[in-house]
């Protein structure tokens, strides 16, 4: 919505509180009618509510230096960030308190009600260079409100222009994570990627892409694949003929542990145990690390024995 729009609509929503307001006290005897004004007071309160959450959400500078570059010239790169700007607000000299006290109500429909959110819809990466060799950077380059942290935890798409302005300019879905999760202390991460290819001058590039999202404690467990050549033996059918080697790929999801434990302490501990120490181990800050793991056996190429250790589960522990 424009602004002059926005404080139009906000005239008309005070209008029609002021006019359901006089109607009401007219009519107070009578519950019925008392019973569904206040109906359309709380339909009033969900508009204004509603539009409240109305932005003009906008891409704004932010400037990071990055060193200097080879001919000692400062490397400024803006990044960008979105900001919202309440287009409400910007309303001057409206003098309206009775939509401002009701403003003020709808703290109680914020059980039901999600007010979008300013946010980046799409990245561009970029080349630099300063005086440690070349490096890519994300940049902010759209922003657009949305409600997707208002339902529950999924997958977004979000678009980054890889290399813009070259030959090699390519724009694909790297996606995000957004939403709600149940259990307290969860938040909405990645749990799957994928890698896609794209040229470059200097050869094929992989961008990691998230593919699926899900809700994690703060320290959680990610997929990660890693490829194995597996040997298989198989007899041919006559007992007297050699043994036919067959090789076949083996993918192991290891997984990797992510997230972090800040404020995570972990007290002293003694070895082997509390009431026989002989060695007491200094506690400090907790890392995310893994907590159980299984083990997969199998035959490398040449009947190599091979065994890889695959991380079960994640939790916050001792380094």
């Known amino acids: 919505l424009p602004i002059l729009g926005a404080c139009r609509i906000r005239q008309a ?3 029609l509180y002021i006019n359901i307001k006089k109607r009401d006290m007219r009519t107070s005897k009578d519950s019925t009618f008392a019973d569904s004004s206040r109906g359309r007071i709380l339909t009033v309160v969900f508009i204004v509510a ?3 959450g109305v932005k003009s959400c906008v891409r704004e500078r932010l400037q990071k230096n990055y060193g200097f570059d080879a001919a000692l010239r400062e490397v400024i790169v803006d990044v960008g960030h979105c900001v919202a700007n309440s287009e409400l607000h910007a309303c001057t000299r409206m003098q309206d308190l009775e939509l401002d006290n009701i403003t003020r109500q709808t703290e109680l429909l914020n059980s039901t009600l999600c007010a979008p959110k300013c946010v980046p819809n799409q990245y561009a990466l970029k080349d630099y260079a300063n005086r440690t060799g070349p490096f890519r950077v994300d940049v902010v380059s759209a922003c657009a409100p949305s409600t997707a942290h208002c339902g529950s935890c999924k997958r977004i798409r979000q678009d980054t222009v890889l290399l813009p302005g070259s030959p090699y300019e390519k724009t694909i879905d790297q996606g995000t994570c957004g939403g709600k999760c ?4 969860e938040s909405c991460e990645p749990v799957t990627h994928e890698f896609l290819s794209f040229e470059d001058p200097n050869g094929a590039v992989l961008v990691r892409k998230v593919e699926k999202c899900g809700c994690v404690d703060r320290c959680y467990r990610e997929d990660y694949f890693v490829s194995y050549w597996e040997e298989l033996a198989a007899e041919n059918e006559t007992e007297r003929a050699p043994v036919v080697q067959s090789v076949r790929e083996k993918v192991i999801n290891v997984g990797r542990c992510r997230g972090g434990c800040s404020g995570v302490f972990l007290p002293d501990r003694c070895f082997p145990s509390p009431s026989t120490c002989f060695l ?9 690390a893994p907590a159980t793991s299984t083990v997969y056996s199998f035959t490398g190429v040449g009947g190599v024995p091979l065994s890889v250790a695959s991380i079960a589960s994640c939790s916050c522990m001792a380094a």
């Open 13 to 15: 929503v005070r209008a």
């Open 50 to 52: 509603t539009l409240q």
């Open 182 to 185: 149940d259990e307290t202390g």
């Open 280 to 288: 007491r181990i200094p506690g400090g800050q907790a890392v995310c």
